[in-house]
């Protein structure tokens, strides 16, 4: 069964570096999108991207954060200066297009622990 | 804006108790889309079920039932004869086409199975 894949899945980075956090969706899906979950919180959406350019972003995501999709297949979260704060399971989801793909499939997390 | 609430923070049941989950939501879309999600201690997000808002039949699968009701905007989640698996974090989410079908999850609920 296809699957949405995260690497790594634990990250730990000193405060102030960059981080790139990588997923290849599903290969037939055309929309991604980027979650966090500090850790005990509720998951909460970042962003969102279709057509090569962010849908949708969140107020969590400022100009630290930033998308890309760099090639055909991966699908990538930069953190341009990590703060302590950015301490969280980061999931990304993605979906395939058409009136009846409302469920987005959710990779494994990568946890991102900022030092 | 979507909004979702789990009011029960946490439960805690011995084995073969039945144990509903609450979850209450708030859209003014007539269209949209109902989630259940599990969070084992491993962290990833397993899929359970999805309800559109059109189809109010509620759902059996195996010991999980689903109570959809557009009357009083709830959707709410049994396990019948709970087992020690069932422990995990309960995350109830929803989406709408004019969000790109992002999800706005509730805070969640921790279900503890006691042997």
């Known amino acids: 069964e296809p699957e949405v894949t995260q690497t790594p899945s634990h990250q730990v980075t000193q405060m102030g570096q960059e981080v790139i956090l990588r997923c290849v969706p599903i290969?037939?899906?055309?929309?991604f999108y980027w979650y966090r979950q500090i850790l005990g919180q509720k998951v909460e959406f970042l962003v969102s991207?279709?057509?090569?350019?962010?849908?949708?972003k969140s107020e969590i995501f400022d100009d630290q954060f930033s998308v890309e999709r760099p090639d055909g297949s991966n699908f990538t979260l930069k953190i341009r200066s990590t703060k302590l704060e950015d301490s969280a399971m980061y999931f990304c989801?993605?979906?395939?297009?058409?009136?009846?793909?409302?469920?987005?499939?959710f990779g494994q997390g990568t946890r991102l622990t900022v030092v | 804006a979507q909004k979702v609430t789990q009011a029960q923070t946490e439960i805690s049941v011995v084995e073969k108790e039945d144990v509903t989950l609450d979850c209450v939501y708030e859209?003014?879309?007539?269209?949209?889309?109902l989630f259940w999600y599990k969070q084992p201690p491993s962290g990833e997000l397993v899929f359970l079920i999805r309800?559109?808002?059109?189809?109010?039949q509620n759902e059996i699968s195996g010991r999980y039932s689903w109570n959809f009701q557009k009357s009083t905007s709830s959707f709410n989640f049994t396990i019948t004869a709970s087992q020690v698996v069932d422990s995990a974090v309960y995350f109830c989410?929803?989406?709408?086409?004019?969000?790109?079908?992002?999800?706005?999850f509730g805070k969640g609920t921790l279900l503890t199975v006691n042997p």
């Open positions: 989801a993605s979906r395939d297009r058409g009136p009846g793909n409302t469920e987005a499939f």
């Open positions: 290969s037939n899906h055309l929309y």
């Open positions: 991207f279709y057509n090569n350019e962010i849908s949708e």
């Open positions: 859209t003014r879309d007539t269209t949209y889309y």
């Open positions: 309800r559109n808002s059109f189809d109010e």
């Open positions: 989410a929803l989406s709408v086409r004019g969000s790109n079908y992002k999800l706005t």
